[in-house]
C-alpha cells in the first residue's frame, strides 16, 4: 500500500527557493508516475508538476512559468518539488500524489495522495 508522506514545508521568504520532498514508506514509487498539486483555502487543488517512471518527461502547470523542477530518486525512493522564486501566491498547502496513469494523474485523479505540507511565503 502506497503512503506518500509529504516533508519541507514552512516559512520562506519572497524570492527566496525551497525543496519539497515525498517519499513512500512502502518503498514503491518507482512503480508509479508523481505528481504535486497545491490547495489555497476556499479553492480547488490544482495541478502544479508532474514526472513520469523514467523520470525524462516532466509536464508543468502554466503558473510555474520555470519556477519549479520536479524530479525523482527511486534509489532514495523520493520525489521532490525544487521552488525558486517564490512569491506570496504560491503560499498553500503542497500534496504529493501518485498514479499508474499520467494523465490521470495530470487531472487530480490520482489513486494516491500524501497529507500535505504547508509553504508560506512572506514578504
Known amino acids: 500500500q502506497v503512503q506518500l508522506v509529504e516533508s519541507g514545508g514552512g516559512f520562506v521568504q519572497a524570492g527566496e527557493s525551497k525543496r519539497l520532498t515525498c517519499v513512500d514508506s512502502?518503498?514503491?514509487?518507482?512503480?508509479?508516475?508523481m505528481g504535486w498539486f497545491r490547495k489555497f483555502p476556499k479553492k480547488e487543488r490544482e495541478f502544479v508538476a508532474a514526472?513520469?517512471?523514467?523520470?525524462?518527461?516532466?509536464q508543468y502547470a502554466d503558473f510555474v512559468e520555470g519556477r519549479f523542477t520536479v524530479s525523482r530518486d527511486d534509489g532514495e525512493n523520493a520525489v521532490y518539488l525544487q521552488m525558486f522564486n517564490l512569491n506570496s501566491e504560491d503560499t498553500g498547502v503542497y500534496y504529493c500524489?501518485?498514479?499508474?496513469?499520467?494523465?490521470?494523474?495530470?487531472?487530480?485523479?490520482?489513486?494516491?495522495w500524501g497529507r500535505g505540507v504547508q509553504v508560506v511565503v512572506t514578504s
Open positions: 500524489a501518485a498514479d499508474s496513469e499520467f494523465r490521470l494523474l495530470v487531472n487530480g485523479r490520482a489513486n494516491y
Open positions: 512502502a518503498r514503491s514509487l518507482g512503480n508509479y508516475v
Open positions: 514526472i513520469d517512471y523514467s523520470g525524462r518527461a516532466t
